[in-house]
Each structure stands twice: as C-alpha cells, then as structure tokens.
C-alpha cells in the first residue's frame, strides 16, 4: 500500500519567515495530494491541493510543488502569522483511498 | 446541512465492551472514509465506502471492526471486545465523486479503561 513520510516533525518560525514542509509517497499511481491543517482539538480541514498533471500551485501564502520523478510534493508557507500554528499533514491519493503522513507541528512565533 | 456529523462525541468504556459510533455524511456525498487517529499521529486509514459498497478495509483491522453503510446514507463503525489500544480518536470523513476533497467531522473520542 502506499507509505507517506513527512518532515519535520515539529517545526518553529518567527513570525513574517517562510516555512517548508517536505513529503515523500512511494506509490506511483497516486495522483492527488491534498494539504490539511488541524489545529488543536479541531478537525483537519484542506488548506490546499495539487493533482500530478500539475507541478505547482499558489494561493495566497500558500504554495504546492510536486515532483513526480521523485515522488516529492512540499508545502511553502510565506509571511508566516500566529494563525498558521497547528498541525498539517500531507497526504497521497490514489483510487479514492487517502493516505497521511504522520503530521508536522508548526510554531509561528511572535 | 452542517457539515459531517459523529456521535457520541466522547466514549468511555471497559475493556472487553462493545461500542457503536455513528457518522452522518454532507447529504450529496458519496464517499464516507472511516479512520483513527491518535496523539501526534496522523489519521490512519481504516475503511472506505463508495454509496452502501465498502471498498477496502485496512488489514491492520483486525476482525473486532466492523463497518457498515446499509443504504449509502449513515455509516456506523462497531468495535467488538475492546482492548486499551483501541483508545484513539475516530475520524469519519466524506467526499464527492469529482473533487476528493475530505470533509471531517468532529470525531468520536474513545477512552478504554
């Protein structure tokens, strides 16, 4: 079945720094990856996304690359803010099933 | 419609007892997805259902799980003789055909003594 790693595990920023994300999926078929965010005791909720047609995608502070080749898709957080401390998790999508990383904690610090 | 809806939200049970959560997806949603989730892990996949068809169940599941869909609507999730490592939150989820999107509920947090 598909494995997603993800790193870090934690990750501390000052507030207006970039952070990075990093994840790897082993399974070539998948071709989905969403981004969700939870933040504590609340639900996971989909910041983002990127299909494998496509290599990279923005919104706003937020962007997705994917390299197929490698099977490695990031996520970029500019200008970081308070408000982006939580969880996110990757995830990879093939036939429907979704698959999660185990989850980084970012720290936006004031 | 709210959202994915899930009770009981909080369960505390004795080893070796049964329980029963129940999850109601957004209406026009097709797919409802079941999973666990415990501190700081991700969600781990357990099962998935397309309408009333469950389509794959996690073979880390052992035969004390069982879900069900009966008309494509709810979905319930029964975990029979429970055991303290069953302790976790249960995340259900749904999503339509055409964006893969999830859409959590809140879950169901199962403590067993």
């Known amino acids: 079945g598909e494995n997603v790693e993800q790193h870090p595990s934690t990750l501390s920023v000052q507030e207006g720094d970039s952070a990075v994300i990093k994840c790897t999926y082993s399974?070539?078929?998948?071709?989905?990856f969403p981004w969700y965010k939870q933040e504590l005791g609340k639900r996971p909720q989909l910041i983002i996304d990127?299909?494998?047609?496509?290599g990279e995608k923005k919104d706003q502070r937020i962007a997705v690359t994917l390299n197929k080749t490698a099977k490695h898709f990031s996520l970029h957080i500019t200008e970081t803010q308070p408000e982006d401390s939580a969880v996110y998790f990757c995830?990879?999508?093939?036939?429907?099933?979704?698959?999660f990383g185990i989850g980084t904690k970012l720290q936006v610090i004031p | 419609d709210t959202g994915v809806s899930q009770n009981p939200r909080h369960k505390i049970t004795k080893r070796g007892q049964n329980v029963t959560f129940r999850c109601d997806p957004i209406?026009?949603?097709?797919?409802l997805y079941w999973y666990r989730q415990t501190l700081g892990q991700g969600p781990e996949f357990l099962t998935y259902?397309?309408?009333?068809?469950?389509?794959?169940k996690s073979r880390l599941l052992s035969d004390r799980f069982s879900a069900e869909r009966p008309k494509g609507s709810f979905s319930t999730l029964e975990i029979q003789r429970t055991e303290q490592g069953d302790s976790a939150m249960y995340l259900c989820?749904?999503?339509?055909?055409?964006?893969?999107?999830?859409?959590f509920g809140e879950g169901s947090r199962l403590t067993v003594l």
């Open positions: 209406s026009e949603h097709n797919r």
């Open positions: 990127i299909r494998s047609n496509v």
């Open positions: 995830a990879a999508s093939k036939d429907q099933k979704v698959t």
């Open positions: 989820a749904s999503s339509d055909s055409n964006t893969g999107e999830l859409f």
């Open positions: 259902f397309q309408n009333e068809a469950q389509l794959e």
């Open positions: 399974d070539s078929a998948s071709n989905y």
